[in-house]
Each structure stands twice: as structure tokens, then as C-alpha cells.
Nanobody, 121 residues
């Protein structure tokens, strides 16, 4: 099983990035997918989640209206479109797969290796 994130990088405040999470080795549309992030010295936090069908999404307040999660089950890929980026969005971003729509990191069965997002001028 592999989850591979891509699309991270350095961007100026106010800029945009689109992260991708490509899955292999699982029946992709059995799984909800979450995007987490972890900043230095902070705990890993769930920032967005999408159900297996794509019909249900969740966002933490700090990214609502700026980030959009979506999925293409035909491509086994989930996306996180990030707009109006702020320095406080700087973190390593991870995608993870769970059989439930859950907030708990412990209930996510598979994890990617992470991709760095740095928002700085």
C-alpha cells in the first residue's frame, strides 16, 4: 500500500498550491481520505477530510473558505487546493486513509510520507 503526496513547495503569502495524494494497493473508494499537517513543535492536526464518495467534506475553521478537498476515484487521487496561503500554513502535509469518516489520527490505517509546504516572502 502506498500513499504518495506531491505538490508541496515554497510559496509567497497569498499564493496557491495544489497537493495531490496518489494511492495504490488499496480499494481506493472504500476509504475516506484526510489531509493532516504538522508544524514544528506542534501536534499533527486533521485539516480536511473527504468521504469515500466525495459527498461529504470536513475542514477545520482555520482553512475554511481557503482550502478545498476533492477526489477522483478513477485516478485513485485526492487533491487539496490551497488558496490565500498564510505563513501559519507552513507545515509538513500528510494524506491518510481510513475506513471511517473520523478525526482521530489513530484510526487512519495508511499514511503518506508527507510533503513540505512553506509560506514565506
Amino acid at each position: 500500500v502506498q500513499l504518495v503526496e506531491s505538490g508541496g513547495g515554497l510559496v509567497q503569502p497569498g499564493g496557491s498550491l495544489r497537493l495531490s495524494c496518489a494511492a495504490s494497493g488499496i480499494t481506493f473508494d472504500d476509504y475516506a481520505i484526510g489531509w493532516f499537517r504538522q508544524a514544528p513543535g506542534k501536534e499533527r492536526e486533521l485539516i480536511a477530510r473527504i468521504s469515500w464518495s466525495g459527498n461529504w467534506t470536513y475542514y477545520i475553521d482555520s482553512v475554511k473558505g481557503r482550502f478545498t478537498i476533492s477526489r477522483d476515484n478513477a485516478k485513485n487521487t485526492v487533491y487539496l487546493q490551497m488558496n490565500s496561503l498564510k505563513p501559519e500554513d507552513t507545515a509538513v502535509y500528510y494524506c491518510a486513509a481510513a475506513l471511517l469518516n473520523t478525526h482521530r489520527p489513530s484510526e487512519y490505517r495508511y499514511w503518506g510520507q508527507g510533503t513540505q509546504v512553506t509560506v514565506s516572502s
